[in-house]
């Protein structure tokens, strides 16, 4: 079964906690404390698998959670990191978050790509000494690990997208110029997955052409099979417009030709500005004058025409000799850059719930939003620390730190942040 988008849930590992330990050893007074730290959450990591063409996998199974980070220990012994929950994609998946649409990763290549990272282990009861505060009695429990609603898509990794009505003849043309096996039939939707073909030019030249199932009116909104495949166009360098120039099937040519690239321009208005290439197939089911019509036609709005007969590859060198010629022109395949976390406005923070807690002068600040605002913050850039800042104030923390007594140089614990506190 082919299936191509799917949601499901991912969870990366909690961080371990760190310890409250302290040194106990014949002959050795005070030993102070030893609390080891909580080791890192598993991450969730995407990785491409070349044997794999299809989500159905993730039908079945839609809740990924990695493991949690080892307790740290006493003895200065800090927890075991967790092993990393690897999941494996088709290659050119692109994961988004759920809700947002925001782009996470693209897997086009085969490096692993982590998508949810664990979270941090927490600090033991040692990193809290100092010549005032000799025995801690507190430590950091870890950090949650991220977690996500995702969406995948697979949109297929080809350098050449091929479109057209049902029964124009782009099966047989695929079957003709590569290894390709798709079913061919004399029925419309006789296609009903992409096909993908490697098609062999001169010694070590090649490129990849993928077969898109038939494209009708209205293929934008969902009819026919046009909808649930026109995301595998996206990626490609190069569009060959398969066109019955015959007419066999009692359309237009004209028309057929005008009703695909408003389907592809309604889907995604950058496939209008994609190169194409046309070409005009069955040709022998017509005449010179028919055929010269349409070329005429096609030629006016800037396009190359190529008269072929796919069922006896009459032609067909010709046409990929100039598919090839086009492709050395233009870009690599279209890579989707994964979208920082946004910005979490002031005005819509508003005054949110943190808990504060009070250990040895050290005061602990959490809640849950805080964790999302911190991943949005880069400490060494001026403007984002004055965006914090801004923030705990807008926010309520500072007025919820004053609340419990903090005074001038004391210190603020903020999950894997620290700062003293200056009024």
């Given at each position: 079964?082919?299936?191509?988008?799917?949601?499901?849930?991912i969870?990366?590992?909690?961080g371990?906690?760190?310890?409250v330990?302290?040194?106990r050893?014949?002959?050795?007074?005070?030993?102070?404390?030893?609390g080891?730290?909580?080791?890192?959450?598993?991450?969730?990591?995407?990785?491409?698998?070349?044997?794999l063409?299809t989500?159905?996998d993730?039908?079945?199974?839609?809740?990924?959670?990695?493991?949690?980070g080892?307790?740290?220990?006493?003895?200065?012994?800090?927890?075991?990191?967790?092993?990393d929950?690897?999941?494996?994609v088709?290659?050119?998946?692109?994961?988004?978050?759920a809700?947002?649409g925001r782009?996470?990763?693209?897997?086009s290549?085969?490096?692993?790509?982590?998508?949810a990272?664990?979270?941090?282990?927490g600090?033991?009861?040692?990193?809290?000494?100092?010549?005032?505060?000799?025995t801690p009695?507190?430590?950091?429990?870890g950090l949650?690990g991220?977690?996500?609603?995702v969406?995948?898509?697979?949109?297929?990794?080809?350098d050449?997208?091929i479109?057209?009505?049902?029964?124009?003849?782009?099966?047989?043309?695929?079957?003709?110029?590569?290894?390709?096996?798709?079913?061919?039939?004399?029925?419309?939707?006789t296609t009903?997955?992409?096909?993908?073909?490697?098609v062999?030019?001169?010694?070590?030249s090649?490129?990849?052409?993928?077969?898109?199932?038939g494209?009708?009116?209205?293929?934008?909104?969902?009819t026919g099979?046009?909808?649930q495949?026109l995301?595998h166009?996206?990626?490609?360098?190069?569009?060959?417009?398969?066109?019955?120039?015959?007419?066999s099937?009692?359309?237009?040519?004209?028309k057929?030709?005008?009703?695909?690239?408003?389907?592809?321009?309604?889907?995604?208005?950058?496939?209008?500005?994609r190169?194409?290439?046309?070409?005009?197939?069955?040709?022998?089911?017509?005449?010179?004058?028919?055929?010269?019509?349409?070329?005429?036609y096609?030629?006016?709005?800037?396009?190359r025409?190529?008269p072929?007969?796919?069922a006896?590859?009459?032609?067909?060198?010709?046409?990929?000799?100039a598919?090839q010629e086009?492709?050395?022109k233009l870009?690599?395949?279209t890579?989707?850059?994964?979208?920082?976390?946004?910005?979490?406005?002031?005005?819509?923070?508003?005054?949110?719930k943190?808990?504060?807690?009070?250990?040895?002068?050290?005061?602990?600040?959490e809640?849950?939003?805080?964790?999302?605002?911190?991943?949005?913050i880069?400490?060494?850039?001026?403007?984002?620390?004055q965006y914090?800042?801004?923030?705990l104030?807008s926010?309520?923390?500072?007025d919820?730190l004053?609340?419990?007594?903090?005074?001038e140089?004391?210190?603020?614990?903020?999950?894997?942040?620290?700062?003293?506190?200056?009024?």
């Open positions: 079964m082919f299936v191509d988008i799917a949601k499901i849930f969870k990366a590992g909690d371990g906690d760190g310890a330990a302290f040194h050893e014949k002959y050795v007074a005070s030993g102070g404390p030893d080891g730290d909580g080791g890192r959450g598993g991450n969730i990591v995407f990785v491409a698998d070349s044997n063409s989500l159905a993730f039908r079945y199974k839609r809740k990924y959670t990695a493991q949690k080892e307790n740290g220990r006493g003895g200065r012994c800090n927890g075991k990191k967790a092993e929950l690897i999941i494996r088709p290659k050119g998946t692109v994961i988004r978050e809700e947002s782009i996470l990763a693209d897997i290549d085969d490096e692993p790509v982590i998508v990272k664990g979270g941090k282990g600090w033991g009861n040692i990193h809290f000494a100092t010549p005032t505060r000799q009695r507190f430590a950091k429990p949650p991220e977690s996500y609603e969406q995948l898509e697979l949109k297929l990794l080809a050449v997208g479109v057209g009505f049902p029964n124009v003849g782009k099966s047989t043309f695929i079957s003709v110029v590569s290894e390709a096996k798709p079913i061919i039939a004399n029925y419309h939707f009903i997955t992409p096909v993908l073909g490697v062999r030019m001169d010694e070590g090649s490129f990849v052409m993928a077969d898109i199932p494209l009708i009116e209205g293929a934008h909104d969902g099979l046009g909808h495949f995301r166009v996206e990626r490609c360098r190069l569009l060959v417009h398969i066109v019955d120039v015959s007419g099937e009692g359309r237009d040519p004209k057929d030709f005008e009703t695909i690239n408003d389907e592809l321009r309604k889907f995604n208005p950058e496939l209008a500005e190169p194409m290439i046309v070409a005009g197939n069955k040709c022998d089911l017509t005449d010179d004058e028919t055929v010269e019509d349409f070329k005429r096609v030629e006016e709005r800037g396009y025409f190529f072929i007969m796919a006896i590859a009459y032609q067909v060198e010709p046409l990929l000799k598919i086009q492709l050395s870009p690599p395949i890579r989707y850059e994964a979208e920082p976390a946004p910005v979490i406005p002031e005005e819509e923070l508003g005054r949110q943190v808990t504060v807690t009070k250990h040895d002068e050290v005061y602990f600040v809640g849950e939003w805080l964790l999302r605002l911190l991943r949005t880069n400490f060494d850039d001026s403007e984002s620390l914090f800042q801004r923030v104030i926010s309520g923390v500072i919820a004053k609340e419990a007594g903090i005074r140089g004391d210190t603020v614990s903020m999950y894997d942040v620290e700062f003293d506190f200056v009024e």
